[in-house]
């Protein structure tokens, strides 16, 4: 086999795996957004097939009745607010424990990554009684303060702006901005790849959050997508096993994250690439 | 300055922080159990929150709630909760739990064991028309607490078209006429007969046995014989496939497995009516008592929430004026009619009867059946029996009820 | 034109500002981890029931006695942690390496720069981990249900699936039963530890915790396909020309070059897949809720009904931090393991 056909055989099986894999990844999205749009018994006769047999609007017109848009407002509102909430607070922490010298910064930086191997999990039900003690469990603050808490975030930060010089900033502190001043004009443009993944991250984190929130109230106005489908799933409304509904609360929750994510798709993908080009 | 400031807003984050750490206690008094029956209803907005079957409950609650406010001037904020026991137990952990809660017989005992409970139940009028079944399974150490909400019982749904087509007679009379009929009613495709994989889908065989779970003490005797009898007799049946549980037939629960035609008799309650009726108004069914045992005893499971209300509430004559108002026969038989449920008052019951003579089985049986499990502290060994019985298929029936037994006697026993 | 500040004055400035900007993040840490934390050692170790504030005057410290229910007395509370431990175990030792060699051979693959729509597989490797895990554990429970998309493929190849979250059988015990052994030796089924057989313990995932493996492999590997990609890029391109003109093959380029530079990411990624995959909730929540037989119990699950379900809020939290030690004490073996073949 001459050098050629074995580097053609490489490829093409290179390519087949990676197709392959990329089935494995997409097929069950179509099957999902597919099997949203039939009736019961087709989901179930034919599970592999993505297109209806005859096509029902069934599963949405219910889920229009559940309280689906509420739910997608509230999950608006706590991610946005989230994600702002992240860039800010990490942004600045992160600056002042890379650049700026000041006693206890070692505590801090030691107390940051120490709360940052604490599960989440774990806390579940202690942050249940501290919101309940501040007054703000049952309420928009109460769902989003605890979501803002982000000990990676500032460690993220503060690891980007150790990895840059800090020539620029000099250059802005000898010109005599002040500093946040210079964290604000200066500091922050450059850290616009970094922000990027803070903000994918939180907005991503916020948005798909299920434990957090569950805890955190109990009107079902202040239900989340993922609070308020995940009910459909574990069967609170007596749905039982209603593939197509489920299916359908499933992709329609997706669609805003998926949304966000292909505006975004260039920023996250390109993470790396344009640190070798630079 | 600038130092001395930051010092202080560092205190203030410790000092909240602490605050939310060392908090005082939120006025929950020790345990007692006189009965405030005398409390005055105040105009301080009531709570209420319940876990909804469907729309049909929720808006029914819902309009009862008005009636009532309009009645009383008392405002009440009704909360359909996604996760009830949950919700109302972040409820007591925060101080605000809500003034009017569905209950039920498990979580019952906990919150009747912790005393926060207002033992109101006797105040009611006409507290004796409950089934005594009821009042059984929301007394705690020999008191009446709380007013049961409705019942419900289990019985035998049978499809009334499989059933001619079987060409099949009288509804079974026992065990053996139950076999024999699942047997004829299985064909390709629809098993005879579909139980819930779980111990409030199987115990009743228990009961009919002779056997029981608890004795009169409150012991625990669940590895009894005629237990392991019970339980043999219905793995008998799953290995013969003229029985099968809910996901073999790819169904949520025994209701959908029955509205699909995927079973042709299945042991359910009146909550399955809403749903056959709106999902599968094609099925045509007929609902009996259960079979009997091979003794010839009759039992069944009943199922019940009661109309919990904390002793601490802010409006705590409001919340009683309030359960009265929901509890008076007429208000029962609006529930009943809007989503199924039986009443749980016996005057209420007799009309039940009357207007829905064809689901006058789950009545009948309220004068034998027992309360599902409900033992303080037991959510957790209950559960850990209820997912071995699922897998009564494949596993040995006295090893189920040996570890079923000792786990729940701990529990009895630490509670003692 | 401004006067230059003294230096004394300026490092005052410096530090006030410091602490300015640190605060707001400090005092939400202060506020919604450590204070939760102290709230949670005590609550592990008092009788609280749930009934009002765990620091009310009725609750009383009851010592290590939670902790010791759950780990030296013969019982239900130590049967299910030591259930919800094996199975969470079997989660973990098949979940880290499989979503870390997956997603290492996805990033690897991705990067080439000859490689024709590189774009499209990155975005569809990545996409499912943007998927909340309300929407995957719902696609799951399809894909894997009785008559679900699994089924339908393995009825294609002609045989029977199983009913996925319906089966608790350990796949090792169902292994053994293949090769013979189907009654465990009398040394495994007298002796064991938190009140489990070490045959039950050595029964491996049930056929149920294959599903949810399968899912959370499926869901994680993008992430971490895009922690790897940045490092990847950083490899400088010369050095492994330089391997390519020492005659080295593509697998000895991995294990020479690509793998000693890959390194810190390695260890991030794998820190990263530890601690997450010791805290799985939402897909058991959402999915099984510890059924069937309690196969798919996970300590965080646990701790979550023992106390929301079962009011036993001391043992719940007693698990949480039982759950945080065993966390901690991975993270660290992980390293020392990381650093001592480094060493080699």
Redesign the interface.
């Known amino acids: 086999m001459s050098r050629r056909t074995r580097r053609l055989a490489q490829r093409t099986l290179l390519y087949l795996v990676l197709t392959g894999c990329a089935v494995a990844y997409i097929y069950p999205f179509l099957l999902s957004v597919g099997t949203a749009f039939k009736t019961d018994p087709d989901a179930t006769a034919h599970p592999l097939n993505p297109v209806p047999s005859h096509w029902v609007l069934t599963a949405f017109n219910e889920l229009g009745q559940a309280d689906f848009l509420r739910w997608l407002a509230n999950s608006v509102v706590v991610a946005v607010l989230v994600t702002a909430g992240r860039l800010l607070f990490d942004s600045m922490a992160g600056y002042a424990l890379a650049r700026l010298r000041f006693r206890g910064r070692g505590a801090v930086f030691s107390t940051i990554i120490a709360v940052m191997a604490v599960p989440g999990v774990v806390l579940l039900i202690p942050k249940f009684l501290v919101l309940k003690q501040l007054g703000i469990y049952d309420s928009y603050p109460g769902l989003i303060a605890p979501l803002i808490t982000d000990a990676a975030g500032v460690f993220i930060m503060r690891q980007f702006f150790m990895s840059v010089h800090p020539s620029i900033e000099e250059a802005a502190k000898i010109d005599g901005a002040g500093i946040f001043r210079t964290y604000w004009s200066v500091v922050l443009p450059i850290a616009r790849p970094a922000l990027m993944t803070l903000t994918i991250l939180s907005f991503q984190g916020s948005w798909n959050d299920f434990s957090g929130i569950l805890i955190a109230h109990q009107s079902p106005s202040l239900d989340t997508l993922t609070t308020g489908v995940g009910r459909l799933v574990s069967g609170q409304l007596g749905t039982g096993l209603q593939y197509p509904l489920q299916l359908a609360a499933a992709m329609a929750m997706t669609v805003p994250v998926a949304a966000v994510f292909f505006v975004f798709q260039k920023y996250i993908m390109r993470t790396g690439e344009g640190a070798v080009k630079e | 300055m600038k130092g001395r400031r930051l010092t202080t807003v560092m205190l203030s984050a410790g000092v909240l922080a602490l605050a939310a750490a060392c908090s005082s206690n939120g006025g929950f008094s020790s345990p007692s159990s006189s009965s405030t029956a005398g409390a005055k209803p105040n105009k301080t907005p009531l709570t209420l929150m319940f876990g909804s079957s469907g729309p049909a409950e929720t808006s029914a609650v819902q309009a009862a709630a008005a009636a009532f406010t309009k009645q009383s001037g008392i405002k009440v904020k009704v909360i359909p909760a996604s996760n009830l026991t949950q919700q109302v137990a972040q409820g007591f952990a925060g101080n605000h739990p809500p003034d009017v809660f569905y209950l039920d017989s498990l979580t019952f005992q906990n919150y009747a064991k912790d005393g926060v409970l207002d033992p109101y139940a006797p105040t009611m009028p006409n507290a004796t028309g409950f089934s005594p079944v009821l009042k059984e399974t929301f007394s705690y150490q020999g008191k009446f607490i709380c007013a049961p909400k409705d019942v419900s019982t289990d019985a035998l749904y049978v499809n009334t078209q499989d059933w001619q087509q079987a060409g099949l007679g009288a509804p079974p009379a026992n065990w053996s006429q139950l076999r024999a009929d699942a047997q004829k009613l299985t064909t390709h495709g629809r098993t005879g007969l579909v139980l819930d994989n779980s111990e409030s889908g199987i115990d009743m065989f228990l009961y009919q046995n002779g056997g029981s779970v608890q004795d009169r003490a409150g012991n625990v005797v669940l590895d009894s014989q005629q237990n392991v009898q019970a339980l043999a007799f219905v793995k008998s049946m799953l290995a013969s496939h003229i029985m099968k549980f809910p996901p073999q037939l790819n169904a949520g629960f025994s209701g959908q497995a029955f509205g699909e035609n995927k079973a042709a008799m299945v042991i359910t309650g009146p909550w399955e009516n809403g749903t056959l009726q709106s999902d599968y108004p094609h099925i045509k069914f007929k609902v009996y008592p259960l079979p009997a045992g091979p003794t010839g005893i009759h039992a069944t499971l009943s199922f019940t929430n009661c109309w919990g209300v904390p002793k601490d509430s802010k409006n705590l004559g409001g919340a009683l004026a309030f359960v009265k108002y929901l509890t008076a026969p007429q208000q029962e038989m609006k529930f009943s009619t809007a989503f199924g449920v039986i009443p749980s008052r016996a005057a209420a019951q007799a009309t039940y009867m009357r207007a829905y003579p064809q689901y006058a089985a789950f009545v009948r049986e309220l004068s034998y059946a027992h309360p599902d499990i409900a033992i303080a502290g037991a959510t957790q060994a209950i559960s850990a029996y209820s997912s071995a019985l699922a897998q009564l298929g494949s596993s040995d029936p006295a090893s189920i009820l040996k570890t079923a037994q000792r786990n729940l006697q701990a529990v009895v026993n630490s509670s003692k | 034109m401004?006067l230059l500040p003294r230096r004394g004055s300026l490092?005052?400035?410096?530090?006030?500002?410091?602490?300015?900007?640190?605060?707001?993040?400090?005092?939400?840490?202060?506020?919604?981890?450590?204070?939760?934390?102290?709230?949670?050692a005590w609550?592990s170790l008092s009788n609280w029931?749930?009934?009002?504030?765990?620091?009310?005057?009725?609750v009383s410290s009851v010592g290590m006695r939670n902790y010791a229910a759950l780990l030296t007395e013969p019982?239900?509370?130590q049967?299910?942690l030591g259930e919800s431990l094996r199975n969470n175990l079997y989660y973990v030792i098949l979940v880290v390496p499989l979503q870390t060699v997956l997603s290492l051979g996805?990033a690897l693959?991705?990067s080439r720069k000859r490689?024709?729509g590189r774009?499209?597989?990155?975005?569809?490797?990545?996409?499912?981990?943007?998927?909340?895990?309300?929407?995957?554990?719902?696609?799951f429970?399809?894909?894997f249900?009785?008559?679900?998309?699994v089924?339908?493929?393995i009825g294609y190849l002609g045989a029977h699936g199983p009913?996925w979250?319906?089966n608790?059988s350990g796949v090792l015990h169902l292994v053994y039963s293949g090769l013979g052994v189907t009654q465990p030796p009398a040394a495994l089924a007298d002796h064991g530890l938190l009140g489990m057989p070490w045959w039950e313990w050595l029964a491996g995932p049930s056929v149920a915790m294959i599903a949810i493996i399968t899912l959370a492999v499926?869901t994680t590997s993008?992430t971490f396909m895009?922690i790897f990609?940045?490092?990847?890029?950083?490899i400088p391109a010369e050095l492994e020309e330089a391997a390519i003109v020492d005659g080295a093959n593509a697998w000895q380029r991995l294990r020479r070059v690509i793998l000693p530079m890959l390194r810190p990411t390695l260890f991030l990624v794998l820190t990263l897949g530890l601690?997450g995959t010791?805290?799985v909730?939402?897909q058991i929540?959402?999915?099984s809720?510890?059924?069937?037989?309690?196969t798919t119990l996970t300590p965080?699950y646990l701790?979550?009904?023992?106390?929301?379900?079962?009011?036993?809020?001391g043992q719940?939290?007693a698990i949480?931090?039982i759950?945080?030690a065993i966390?901690?004490i991975f993270?660290i073996l992980q390293r020392l393991m990381l650093r001592d073949r480094g060493a080699t």
């Open positions: 401004n490092r005052r400035q410096e530090a006030a500002a410091g602490w300015l900007m640190t605060v707001p993040a400090i005092a939400l840490l202060l506020v919604f981890l450590v204070a939760p934390i102290a709230m949670a609550v029931t749930g009934i009002g504030s765990p620091f009310a005057s009725g019982g239900l509370a049967q299910q996805l693959a991705v490689l024709a774009g499209f597989f990155r975005t569809a490797y990545y996409f499912p981990s943007i998927t909340s895990s309300v929407a995957i554990s719902i696609m429970l399809f894909v249900g009785n008559a679900g998309v089924n339908a493929v009913d979250f319906d608790p499926w993008g895009l990609l940045p490092a990847i890029y950083a601690i010791w805290q909730f939402d929540y959402l999915m809720q510890g059924n069937p037989a309690g965080a701790s979550y009904v023992e106390s929301f379900g079962n009011q036993q809020w719940g939290a949480s931090f759950l945080f966390i901690v993270t």
